[in-house]
């Protein structure tokens, strides 16, 4: 007979499949350019303060400049991130 500790087979670990979920996020403070590298590959973002944005989506189409509700999350991933004073913009993984 095999005990918890004994068996190998036995395991308490469970993966959690969180869909639509971010387990990361970065702050692109204000007056600030940051352009994400491999290490941050960023699937979508949320504008926290300010209107003096330009946000570069990673796949092309036309750059950011207004017109974004803040707090709103979007689901476009950003290749560059520039920020005027007060701007806060906030990455998500």
């Known amino acids: 007979m095999a005990t918890a500790t004994q ?15 971010f387990t990361s996020t970065h702050e692109v403070g204000a007056s600030t350019t940051y ?3 491999g290490s941050f590959k960023n699937t979508a973002f949320f504008v926290e303060a300010g209107t003096s944005y330009t946000l ?6 036309a750059t950011i400049t207004a017109g974004l509700v803040t707090g709103q999350i979007y689901p476009i991933a ?3 991130v520039v920020n005027a004073g007060g701007t ?3 990455l998500l993984k």
């Open 7 to 21: 068996g190998s087979f036995v395991s308490r670990t469970r993966k959690l499949d969180r869909t639509n979920s």
């Open 35 to 37: 352009e994400p590298t």
């Open 88 to 90: 806060v913009v906030q």
């Open 56 to 61: 570069t989506p990673a796949d092309g189409g």
């Open 78 to 80: 950003l290749k560059k």
